[in-house]
Nanobody, 125 residues
Framework: QVHLVESGGRLAQAGGSLRLSCVVSGLSLSVYTMGWFRQAPGKEREFVAA????????YYQDSVKGRFTISRDNAKNTVYLQMNMLKPEDTAVYYC??????????????????WGQGTQVTVSS
């Protein structure tokens, strides 16, 4: 059985930093593109960042480029999202996804199969 468990979300001040983690069990991270998505109240879930199973290949939503960094540790079956220079508009529930699909021609979208339960990030101004 596959499980994705996110952690690290909490209340932070604008300009601050947080690091989210997603621990995966039941599948080998090394062959999956992993993504982070977020959903703010009243809004659709949106793509934030993804890291390919191919070394060195990452994707970001424009609004987080230069502030967020996605990384993976295949040995620990864990994906991270380092979030710096936080803004109130980053407030959302953040979800981890295994099998995120990304291409150069279109925005990344999540695989329907493997999602975590989410972790709440709240950024105060």
């Amino acid at each position: 059985q596959v499980h994705l468990v996110e952690s690290g979300g909490r209340l932070a001040q604008a300009g601050g930093s947080l690091r989210l983690s997603c621990v995966v069990s039941g599948l080998s991270l090394s062959v999956y593109t992993m993504g982070w998505f977020r959903q703010a109240p009243g809004k659709e879930r949106e793509f934030v960042a993804a890291v390919s199973w191919k070394p060195g290949l990452t994707y970001y939503q424009d609004s987080v480029k230069g502030r967020f960094t996605i990384s993976r540790d295949n040995a620990k079956n864990t994906v991270y999202l380092q979030m710096n220079m936080l803004k109130p508009e980053d407030t959302a529930v953040y979800y981890c996804n295994a099998g995120t699909y990304c291409s150069d021609d279109s925005p990344c979208y999540g695989s329907p199969d493997y999602w975590g339960q989410g972790t709440q990030v709240t950024v105060s101004s």
